[in-house]
C-alpha cells in the first residue's frame, strides 16, 4: 500500500491540454514551448564541444567560465557583485532550480508565501518539504495586494515566491514593489526566491527588474533563470539559479544529492554561443515583442479580449463576451470544435477569483499564429 505524500496532485494542465490538442488534431497554443527551430550556432557549439572530449562531469556549481560569464552578466545588469564560485549554480532548468531551493530553505512547519495564479511547481515541492503553502491571489490586475501580503506575513514566514515577468498574468515586477516586499519582511525571518524565467522578454520599453538589484534584498534572496525560455531550447532543460552566498551553500547541499551536475556539453556549447553572439540577448525582447503584437492583431476582430501584457511569451484572453463557462469546459471547448488548445488558469490558484480568462501562447511562427487566431474568429462566428 502506497502512501502518496502528493494524493490530491493529479495530471498537469499542460499535460492534459497537450494530449486533447494531439486527439483533436488542434493547434497547440497551450504548452509554453517554443514552435520554431533554435539558432543553429547553439547546436554547432554544442557538438564541437562533444568532438573536443567535453563529455564526462562537469562541476557541480556548473563550468567555471559559463558561471563567470553569466556573474558578470548579471553584475553588468543589476550592479551587484556575484563571484561564480559563491553566488551562482547551472542547474537541470529553471524548475529543478526552484524544488531545490525549496527542498533547502523550507523546513517542516515553515509558511510560504505563493501568489495565485501561480507555476504549478511550487506548492506540490513546499508540501514535499514539509512546508504550509499561504496562497494570496492577485488583484484584478494581476498585481500583489500589499495589505493582504502584510497581513498574512508572521514569524513562521520563511519563504516568499515571487514571479516576475509573470505567468501566467504578463506583469512585472518594478523597483517600487521590491522595495515594498524589503520593507514588509524587514524584521520577518523570511527568505526571497524570484522566478524570473522570462527575464529578457518585456515589452514597450520596460526595463527588468530583478531581485537581485534590491540591495535590502541581497542577503536574504534566490533568483532563477531558465536557457530554455531565452533560447528556444526547452527541451534542454538546462537553466542557473543565483543569489546570495549563504542560501547557495544550503542549496548546494541538496543539489549535490539530487543532480549533482548538468549536461556539460550544453554548458560549453551555450558559453560559446553567448561569446560568440554578444548582441543575441538583445534581440529577445523586440523577437517575442511582435510576436505578442501578431497575435494580438490577429484577433483584434473577436470576443477574445486580450489584458495587457508586460512579459514573457504568454497572452491573457478575456472571453466573457462568447461563454460565461468556467474556463477549463471553455478550454477544452475550444480545443475540440475550434482546433485551438489554451490554458485555463483557474488550475494556478488556491480558491479561483470570477474570471473568465484563458492562456494562449505567442511563441509560434507568426503562421500558426493567424492559422489559429483564423479558427478562433471562425468559431467566435459561429
Known sequence: MIRSKLGSTGESIFSV??????????????QGFP?????????????????????????????PELNAFLCQMLNDAHKTNLHPDKNLTITAGATQAIF????????????VIVFDPAYDCYKPAIKLAGGKVRSISLDDSFQIPWDQFADALSDHTRLVIVNTPHNPGGTTFTEADWERLASLIENKPTLVLSDEVYHEMTFDGRVHHSVLACSALQERALATYSFGKSFHITGWKVGYIAGAENLMREYHKVHQYNVFSVHRPSQVGLLH???????????IAPFYQKKRDVLFEALADTPLRPRPCQ???????????????????FAHRLTREAGVATIPISVFYETPPDQHLIRICFAKKDKTLRQAADQLRRYCQS
Do not use: C, K, W
Request: hydrophobic share 40%; proline share 6%; glycine share 8%.
Open 17 to 30: 491540454m497537450t494530449a486533447l490538442a494531439n486527439s483533436h488534431d488542434a493547434i497547440n497554443l497551450a
Open 35 to 63: 514552435g520554431f527551430e533554435p539558432d543553429a550556432r547553439i547546436f554547432d557549439f554544442t557538438r564541437a564541444a562533444m568532438d573536443n572530449g567535453e563529455n564526462q562531469y562537469a562541476p557541480m556549481r556548473g563550468m
Open 100 to 111: 531545490t531551493a525549496i527542498s533547502a530553505l523550507v523546513n517542516p512547519g515553515d509558511e
Open 273 to 283: 554561443y553567448m561569446q560568440q553572439a554578444p548582441g543575441v540577448r538583445d534581440e
Open 311 to 329: 512579459g514573457s511569451y504568454f497572452g491573457l484572453f478575456d472571453y466573457r463576451e462568447l461563454s460565461q463557462e468556467p474556463d477549463v469546459e
